[in-house]
Nanobody, 126 residues
Framework: QVQLVESGGGLVQAGGSLRLSCAASGRTFSSYAMAWFRQAPGKEREFVAAMRWSGSSTYYADSVKGRFTISTDNAKNTVYLQMNTRKPEDTAVYYC???????????????????WGQGTQVTVSS
């Protein structure tokens, strides 16, 4: 069974950096896409970033492009979200997600993810 456990959130000041981690277990993830989503208070969950576990291409929402970086560490079975130049509007619960790649999958658009972590809260103060 796939398990995704996020960590690294907290209360931080605007402008600095923070790295979120997602420990993945229960599968060999080489055939999966991994993504980060976030949900701010009173708003719908939104796509943040995605990549294939074994690939190099990355995809980002316009709101985080140039500031956030998604990456994977095969040895640690972990997905990261490096958050630079944080803004108060980045305040949200951040979720890690996994999608088994299939023909026609639109994983790069943040669509069709089957497995989710419990989320980690990130609060950015101005």
């Amino acid at each position: 069974q796939v398990q995704l456990v996020e960590s690294g959130g907290g209360l931080v000041q605007a402008g600095g950096s923070l790295r979120l981690s997602c420990a993945a277990s229960g599968r060999t993830f080489s055939s999966y896409a991994m993504a980060w989503f976030r949900q701010a208070p009173g708003k719908e969950r939104e796509f943040v970033a995605a990549m294939r576990w074994s690939g190099s291409s990355t995809y980002y929402a316009d709101s985080v492009k140039g500031r956030f970086t998604i990456s994977t560490d095969n040895a640690k079975n972990t997905v990261y979200l490096q958050m630079n130049t944080r803004k108060p509007e980045d305040t949200a619960v951040y979720y890690c997600a996994a999608d088994l790649l299939q023909y026609g999958s639109r994983w790069y658009l943040g669509i069709g993810y089957d497995y989710w972590g419990q989320g980690t809260q990130v609060t950015v103060s101005s």
